[in-house]
C-alpha cells in the first residue's frame, strides 16, 4: 500500500510539473509574440524612443520564473506600458467567458441601438458601441426618415468605448452633404483618410453630439472630426484622449493582446490621443437637472436644437 501511495502521490507531482512547464511555455511564446508584434506592426518604427530590445532582454526572464499566470501576465503588461500610450494591453482570458456579440477578438461589449423622438422639433439616437454596421446604418436610416422634419437630432455617444474605427466615417455619411474626410489614419507604410460617403436621405438639421470622460476611440474620431468641420455641435464632459486605432490578436496563452496600428490626426490637425474632445458646451455633473433625475446633458443639447 505504502508503494502504491508513492507511486500515486509521483504520478500527481509529475503531471503538476508537466503542466507548470507547459503554461510557462505558452507564456514565453505570449511574450514573443507580442514583442514581435509591435516590433513589426507598431504605426512608430522607432517605438517612442523606447528600446525594445532592452526591455525584451529585462522582462522575458522574468516571465518565464514567473510563479503564477497573473504575474507572468503583468511582466508582458509592463513591456507595453513602456509605449506610453493608450490602446496597448493585454484582455485576461476570463473575460472571454461565456461572451454574446463578440467581435473578432474583442470580449463582449454591451450594444445598445436605440432611436426616438423627442418632440415635433428634434429626435434622439442612442449608440453604445461601434459594432454591427448593418445594425447602425438601419437605426440612422430610421431616424433620418421619421425626423427629416426635424429642426435638429442628438446623437449619444455617451459611454461609447469605440469599436470599428471606419464606423465613425459611415455615421457621418449620415449628415454631410458631399464628400468630406474625418481625418487621417497614419500607419507605418501607408496612410488611410476617413472619408464620408454622403447617403441619399441624409439627414441635413442640427447635430449635437453628447460625450463624457468614457467615449472612446471611434466615439472621440467621431465627435471631434465633426466638431473640426463645424457639422455638429459637441455637448457634455471632455473625452478622455484614447483615440489610437489599434488590433486586437489571441495569444497561446488565451489572453487577448491589443495593440495600436497607426496614429490618428484630425481633420483640423488635431491629435486626439493625450487630448481628447473638448465639448463646445461643457455640462457640468453636478447640475440641477441631474439632482432631479433628469438628463442634464440630453436636455442642454435637445434646448440647443429647438431654440429659434
Same mark, same amino acid.
Given at each position: 500500500?505504502?508503494?502504491?501511495? %508513492?507511486?500515486?502521490?509521483?504520478? /500527481?507531482?509529475?503531471?503538476?510539473?508537466?503542466?507548470?512547464?507547459?503554461?510557462?511555455?505558452?507564456?514565453?511564446?505570449?511574450?514573443?509574440?507580442?514583442?514581435?508584434?509591435?516590433?513589426?506592426?507598431?504605426?512608430?518604427?522607432?517605438? &517612442?524612443?523606447?528600446?525594445?530590445?532592452?526591455?525584451?532582454?529585462?522582462?522575458?526572464?522574468?516571465?518565464e520564473g514567473a510563479a503564477s499566470a497573473e504575474e507572468a501576465r503583468g511582466y508582458i503588461q509592463a513591456?507595453?506600458?513602456?509605449?506610453?500610450?493608450?490602446?496597448?494591453?493585454?484582455?485576461?482570458?476570463?473575460?472571454?467567458?461565456?461572451s454574446v456579440g463578440q467581435f473578432g477578438h474583442l470580449p463582449s461589449i454591451p450594444l445598445e441601438l436605440?432611436?426616438?423622438?423627442?418632440?415635433?422639433? =428634434?429626435?434622439?439616437?442612442?449608440?453604445?458601441?461601434?459594432?454591427?454596421?448593418?445594425?447602425?446604418?438601419?437605426?440612422?436610416?430610421?431616424?433620418?426618415?421619421?425626423?427629416?422634419?426635424?429642426?435638429?437630432?442628438?446623437?449619444?455617444?455617451?459611454? &461609447?468605448?469605440?469599436?470599428?474605427?471606419?464606423? /465613425?466615417?459611415?455615421?457621418?455619411?449620415?449628415?454631410?452633404?458631399?464628400?468630406?474626410?474625418?481625418?487621417?489614419?497614419?500607419?507605418?507604410?501607408?496612410?488611410?483618410?476617413?472619408?464620408? &460617403?454622403? %447617403?441619399? %436621405?441624409?439627414?441635413?438639421?442640427?447635430? /449635437?453630439?453628447?460625450?463624457?470622460?468614457?467615449?472612446?476611440?471611434?466615439?472621440?474620431?467621431?465627435?471631434?472630426?465633426?466638431?473640426?468641420?463645424?457639422?455638429?455641435?459637441?455637448?457634455?464632459?471632455?473625452?478622455?484622449?484614447?483615440?489610437?486605432? =489599434?488590433?486586437?490578436?489571441?495569444?497561446? =496563452?488565451?489572453?487577448?493582446?491589443?495593440?495600436?496600428?497607426? &496614429?490618428?490626426?484630425?481633420?483640423?490637425?488635431? /491629435?486626439?490621443?493625450?487630448?481628447?474632445?473638448?465639448?463646445d458646451v461643457l455640462v457640468p455633473l453636478a447640475s440641477k437637472t441631474t439632482a432631479q433625475g433628469l438628463?442634464?446633458?440630453?436636455?442642454?443639447?435637445?434646448?440647443?436644437?429647438?431654440?429659434?
Open positions: 500500500m505504502q508503494t502504491l501511495t %508513492r507511486y500515486v502521490c509521483l504520478g /500527481a507531482l509529475l503531471t503538476l510539473c508537466a503542466q507548470s512547464q507547459t503554461e510557462k511555455t505558452l507564456w514565453l511564446a505570449s511574450f514573443d509574440q507580442v514583442w514581435q508584434t509591435v516590433r513589426d506592426k507598431h504605426f512608430d518604427a522607432k517605438l &517612442n524612443g523606447v528600446d525594445w530590445q532592452a526591455a525584451r532582454d529585462e522582462l522575458r526572464p522574468k516571465v513591456l507595453l506600458s513602456r509605449l506610453g500610450h493608450s490602446h496597448v494591453g493585454i484582455i485576461p482570458a476570463a473575460a472571454y467567458r461565456g436605440k432611436y426616438e423622438r423627442l418632440s415635433p422639433a =428634434s429626435g434622439y439616437i442612442r449608440i453604445t458601441a461601434f459594432f454591427d454596421p448593418d445594425a447602425i446604418e438601419g437605426l440612422l436610416k430610421e431616424a433620418a426618415t421619421d425626423c427629416h422634419d426635424c429642426r435638429g437630432l442628438i446623437l449619444d455617444l455617451r459611454g &461609447n468605448p469605440g469599436g470599428i474605427g471606419g464606423l /465613425a466615417a459611415t455615421v457621418a455619411s449620415w449628415f454631410v452633404d458631399r464628400p468630406l474626410s474625418l481625418g487621417t489614419c497614419y500607419f507605418r507604410n501607408a496612410q488611410l483618410n476617413l472619408a464620408t &460617403n454622403p %447617403r441619399s %436621405r441624409r439627414f441635413s438639421g442640427k447635430l /449635437a453630439i453628447l460625450i463624457d470622460g468614457r467615449s472612446m476611440s471611434t466615439s472621440e474620431i467621431l465627435a471631434g472630426g465633426m466638431q473640426d468641420l463645424h457639422r455638429a455641435t459637441i455637448f457634455g464632459q471632455p473625452s478622455p484622449g484614447f483615440a489610437l486605432p =489599434s488590433a486586437i490578436e489571441k495569444l497561446p =496563452s488565451g489572453d487577448g493582446f491589443q495593440y495600436t496600428t497607426a &496614429n490618428y490626426i484630425s481633420v483640423g490637425g488635431r /491629435a486626439l490621443e493625450g487630448n481628447g474632445v473638448k465639448p438628463d442634464a446633458t440630453r436636455a442642454a443639447a435637445q434646448q440647443w436644437i429647438e431654440k429659434e
